[in-house]
């Protein structure tokens, strides 16, 4: 009874710690971003003995603008707000005093997101595009949002010339606005950006103008406008942050190949080995050829420290992964980065062909050709083939019928033909120099194809 309550009690808390340890991690975000507003402009006046003077309304300052700057220190997105906002411009005051402007707010991205926009607020706000009002209530509806009055003065502006005409400017202005503004144009020019190394922020939403004061509306005839500009509203857009990981070569298997073990072995990564399925639960990146790591017999020749390259440990794809079964496309997005791809099977096992199939069939099916970039394919576990001479002889036999396997795919264009087999065994650190040589060699490769 006791142990049974204690292996609940653990079982729920290994639960709740998977949960909070996956929660740390996150490569896809939907914000909702708002930058300010600006600050309204001012009706003042000086006072004078006989009653109001010249006017002296201050206008108001520009909202805060949004801008997402790249961050090499972040490599999750779980940190970004869902809702982002920049503060709104101070309205203006008498005797001519600005509105102050909006603090911006610079969010911190990681390198390698990709933000794509979802949906824009279109300027200018359209009180008509509501059609059940009548005239006289969208006027109304439009001056309640552009113009602020001297208190008590509301009234008599209505029918002010000097405001019908700044209302009919202000009118007239929005209507080209509107006319220029081209929803096809505008989704064709949706904003998309990657994010990536370089320093340089990204502008995301800009601020709202700050309304002009009662002084900006003084003509010959009139000399004391009663009425000034509100703010503006700041962009307001949502969209779609997805991250994808930056490693030179990306490790695909499905669960419990070994992939984990690779990296552990050819890197310092501490990550977690075991032999269970979805040990691992997010992408793990390693070095290889950094300081005193992945540095064995004849490694050293071939990677001199600019031929370090990362490696990106991944959890376990399975078939329908494409389709987000399993983690799906948590992973897939930061696959689809890696310039190179290592395809890990467990050779032991009694269908590394299959395994090889269903790989490459996920990785289609998430984008096509992707598959491709598989140049180097991890023959693991060979240490649990042979021993004796019928083993060894059997041992053979299943690695060149792999192999065969793999030049089909190969000569029938799923596969590049630049594609090597290596068999390795990552626990008992077999074969590791060649393949850290092949990999430094395949990445040094990519490289130039980019550049070229
Ligand atoms: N005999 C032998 N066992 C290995 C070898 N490589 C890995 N293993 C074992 O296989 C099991 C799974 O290894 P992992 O490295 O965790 O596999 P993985 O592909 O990362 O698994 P997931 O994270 O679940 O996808 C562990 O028990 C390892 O010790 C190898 O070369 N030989
Ligand atoms: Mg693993």
Do not use: M
């Given at each position: 009874m006791t142990l049974r309550k204690t292996l609940n009690e653990a079982a729920i808390r290994l639960r709740v710690d998977g949960k909070r340890r996956h929660k740390r991690f996150q490569d896809f975000h939907v914000v909702d971003v708002k930058a300010g507003a600006g600050g309204n402009g001012a009706v003042a006046f000086t006072k004078t003995p006989t009653g109001l003077g010249p006017p002296t309304g201050g206008s108001g300052g520009s909202g805060g603008s949004v801008t997402f700057s790249p961050n090499a220190?972040?490599?999750?997105?779980?940190?970004?707000?869902?809702k982002i906002r920049a503060a709104n411009g101070a309205s203006g005051s008498g005797d001519g005093r600005l509105g102050k402007r909006g603090a911006d707010t610079v969010i911190d991205i990681p390198p390698g997101t990709v933000i794509r926009e979802l949906w824009r607020c279109a300027p200018?706000?359209?009180?008509?595009?509501?059609?059940?009002?009548d005239e006289d209530t969208l006027t109304q509806l439009r001056r309640d949002r552009a113009w602020l009055h001297y208190p008590g003065m509301e009234e008599a502006n209505s029918t002010h010339p000097l405001f019908l005409d700044a209302d009919k400017e202000l009118r007239r202005s929005e209507n080209l606005q509107l006319k220029r503004y081209n929803p096809q144009h505008e989704q064709e020019h949706a904003l998309e950006v990657d994010?990536?190394?370089?320093?340089s922020p990204h502008l995301i939403v800009s601020g709202g103008l700050g309304g002009v004061g009662?002084?900006?509306?003084?003509t010959h005839q009139h000399r004391s406008p009663k009425f000034a500009r509100k703010g503006q509203p700041g962009g307001h857009v949502k969209l779609s942050l997805e991250m994808k990981l930056l490693a030179h070569v990306g490790l695909v298997g499905?669960?419990?190949?070994g992939k984990s073990s690779i990296l552990a072995a050819i890197t310092s990564s501490k990550t977690k080995v075991a032999n269970?399925?979805?040990?691992?639960l997010k992408p793990e990146i390693g070095v290889v050829g950094?300081?005193?790591?992945?540095?064995?017999?004849?490694?050293k020749d071939a990677l001199t420290p600019s031929h370090r390259f990362t490696i990106l440990d991944n959890p376990g794809l399975i078939a329908d992964a494409a389709l987000n079964?399993?983690?799906?496309?948590t992973f897939l997005r930061s696959v689809e980065r890696a310039l190179v791809l290592v395809f890990v099977v467990d050779?032991?096992?009694?269908h590394p062909l299959t395994h090889l199939h269903t790989l490459i069939h996920e990785l289609n099916e998430y984008?096509?050709?992707?598959?491709?970039?598989?140049t180097v394919i991890v023959a693991n576990k060979a240490d649990l083939l042979g021993g004796d001479e019928q083993q060894n002889a059997q041992a053979k036999h299943r690695l060149s019928q792999f192999t065969d396997g793999v030049q089909c795919l190969i000569e029938g264009g799923?596969?590049?033909?630049s594609t090597t087999i290596i068999p390795i065994s990552a626990k008992h650190e077999v074969n590791l120099d060649k393949l850290k040589r092949t990999l430094g060699e395949r990445v040094r490769r990519r490289q130039v194809e980019e550049v070229s």
């Open positions: 220190k972040l490599n999750s997105l779980h940190t970004i707000p869902s200018p706000p359209r009180e008509d595009r509501n059609c059940s009002q994010i990536s190394d370089d320093k009662n002084p900006a509306f003084v499905l669960p419990n190949a269970y399925a979805f040990t691992t950094a300081d005193g790591e992945g540095e064995g017999e004849g490694a079964k399993g983690l799906g496309h050779l032991s096992s009694l984008k096509s050709g992707l598959a491709r970039a598989g799923t596969l590049d033909p």
